[in-house]
């Protein structure tokens, strides 16, 4: 994947390259793209969750249709966990603040940004990956693995929410 602020740099209009050479609006743009770079990953991170949140669903109907109702429950809250980590990741607060505050990011801040972002990637490729495995299972299987996903998912969350306060730390 390449790396999200070269593509916002890439998609830069004439209009934006001049924002950046006039004195006063570079800081502006830099903090606009890191915005929209910032969007763009949750974006592409919820894009995977909802795949996790229709692998979810599919093994409520799969428990459901095994008649296993002490455990359906157990499902129903998985799905519903998922659906709040897909909704938290795509309507996040932003770590930005307009023009409000001066900010000043260094290379070590974006870096740890950077770790942060790439970690969340790779813990929601392997959520995926394990719902994935979970769906294909037999009812019975899927739910002894249940307590894994329930762990994998809050530790996703909390994850997140770390990256999120350190941005808004970071930005503010």
Do not use: C, W
């Amino acid at each position: 994947m390449n790396d999200i602020q070269d593509v916002v740099k890439n998609d830069r209009s004439f209009l934006k390259k001049i924002e950046l050479a006039i004195p006063g609006f570079r800081g502006y743009r830099k903090r606009e793209d890191i915005r929209i770079a910032d969007s763009m990953l949750r974006d592409y991170v919820a894009g995977i969750l909802d795949d996790v949140e229709r692998y979810a669903k599919d093994i409520r109907d799969t428990v459901s249709d095994a008649m296993l109702i002490d455990e359906i429950d157990d499902v129903g809250e998985i799905v519903n966990k998922v659906s709040e980590i897909v909704s938290e990741v795509r309507h996040a607060e932003q770590g930005y603040m307009g023009l409000v505050g001066d900010y000043r990011v260094n290379d070590e801040q974006l870096n740890r940004l950077y770790e942060f972002d790439y970690a969340l990637i790779e813990d929601a490729n392997a959520l995926r990956a394990l719902v994935k495995s979970i769906s294909s299972r037999k009812p019975s299987e899927m739910i002894q693995m249940l307590p894994e996903l329930s762990l994998r998912l809050k530790d996703f969350e909390s994850k997140f929410r770390k990256r999120r306060d350190y941005m808004l730390e970071v930005f503010k």
